[in-house]
């Protein structure tokens, strides 16, 4: 059977350049799998009835990896089936959460790694832990060049609407509703002595009144000290605690970092139960350095890379086992030796060979159909520069799969 080299899709996402499409891109997979078996380039014409004949065979079979119910999650942002190889950061985090609602001061967490390495599933996963832990949260997603004031004072109105209905002083959580209001009312270019003037009045997105003289000074800085102490403070009065969570980190205007890293310097010196959760690419750690020098002893740095072998096999097979299906040993070698381990790619393969294969257990000869027919696919040409922002970010700048440094 002739297939393409396995690595030709991840060269060319490496490298943005698009694919060529072979013929067999016009038939129905169905008879492109089945095209796929046969030995075309057999030396004798027996070998080739043989594939052939082998090839209508498998057609006929009925199989248990049914299409319908493919389990794998390839996609930015997509929660997988199994969240493998992530068992330390999910302990720790958990005990993070515990010790900041008990007034314990901790730092907070900074997740890096490269594209596609699940550094927002894991950040959704962390953010679904402090909601079971009744925490008010909040997340925003950051983009180049946009002031991180808006998002912010969304999200922290979503903690306090999340914290609200516990409260038995609905004063505290109104007074923190109306400080947000003036917060946010601050960025809207109303100047504050103006709005000091003309009275409370409702900031944007929400029914407060606003506090005039708190938080709408027009400095981020200080306006965002004010605001995170007055919201911690309410979550403190249940026990519980704020937890905010910012991805793309690393697209936020730098003058609003530093403010970021000011403000977390501040609660943390007034043990406020509140924890600012990030998630960037791997300069993330340069960037809020840059912001503010002692960034490094805010933020506990996590590097989110790819799974170990172990990490990689389970999160195939677990998916397969509640679906009824299984992987040969070898097809578990080469979707490793495919993916490298990176999320994104095991994840990709794997929707791939389920997609591809007829029947349980799956063989390694699926896997490398697979693998080529995916990595064809995945070898998308670059967006234009105005549709860059949209574009899914998983499948395109995927670092090379044997050089990330710190990988297993
Ligand atoms: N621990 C994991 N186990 C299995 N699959 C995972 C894991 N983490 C992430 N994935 C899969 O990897 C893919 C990428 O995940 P995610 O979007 O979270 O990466 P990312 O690091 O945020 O990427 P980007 O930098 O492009 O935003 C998704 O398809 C997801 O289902
Ligand atoms: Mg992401």
């Not at 609003?256 to 609660?267: I, K, N, R, T, W």
Request: with cysteine; charged share 25%; aromatic share 4%.
């Amino acid at each position: 059977m002739t297939t393409a080299a396995p690595t030709r899709g991840r060269t060319a996402i490496r490298s943005g350049v698009a694919g060529q499409h072979p013929s067999l891109h016009s038939f129905h997979p169905n008879e492109r799998r089945a095209l796929q078996r046969i030995d075309w380039g057999a030396r004798s014409s027996a070998a080739f009835y043989r594939s052939l004949e082998a090839a209508l065979d498998r057609g006929s079979e009925s199989g248990s990896v049914d299409p319908v119910r493919n389990p794998y999650t390839p996609g930015a942002g997509q929660h997988p089936p199994e969240l493998a190889g992530r068992e330390r950061e999910i302990q720790r985090f958990g005990v993070l959460l515990e010790r900041v609602a008990h007034g314990r001061p901790e730092r907070g967490v900074i997740l890096t790694g490269p594209r596609g390495s699940g550094k927002t599933v894991l950040l959704n996963t962390f953010r679904s832990m402090a909601v079971q832990r009744t925490w008010g949260t909040g997340r925003i997603e950051a983009r180049p060049g946009r002031s991180v004031r808006q998002p912010i004072a969304a999200a922290v109105r979503t903690a306090l609407r999340a914290l609200a209905p516990r409260h038995r002083a609905p004063e505290r959580i109104e007074h923190a509703l109306g400080v947000l209001a003036s917060f946010a009312r601050a960025g809207t270019g109303d100047g504050s002595d103006r709005a000091a003037q003309a009275g409370p009045r409702r900031g944007p997105g929400t029914d407060a009144a606003a506090v005039p003289g708190r938080a709408d000074s027009g400095d981020l800085e200080t306006d965002l000290s004010e605001l995170l102490l007055d919201a911690a403070s309410v979550a403190a009065d249940l026990g519980a605690g704020i937890a905010l969570f910012v991805d793309e980190l690393q697209d936020v205007p730098a003058a609003d970092v530093s403010a970021l890293c000011a403000a977390c310097h501040e609660l943390a010196q007034n043990g406020g139960p509140l924890v600012l959760v990030g998630a960037g690419l791997p300069h993330l750690p340069a960037v809020l350095s840059a912001g503010k020098g002692y960034s490094e002893r805010l933020f506990r740095y996590a590097r989110v890379d790819r799974l170990s072998r172990s990490a990689a096999d389970h999160a195939l097979t677990a998916p397969a086992l509640a679906e009824g299906a299984r992987f040969d040993a070898d097809a578990l070698e080469a979707l490793y030796e495919a993916s490298g381990g990176h999320p994104f790619l095991v994840q990709a393969y794997g929707k791939a060979v389920w997609d591809l294969a007829l029947r349980s257990p799956i063989t390694a000869d699926d896997v490398r159909s697979a693998v080529s027919e995916a990595d064809e696919e995945l070898a998308v040409p670059p967006a234009s520069p105005e549709h860059r922002d949209r574009r899914p970010r998983g499948p395109v700048a995927f670092p090379p799969d044997r050089e990330v440094p710190g990988s297993p």
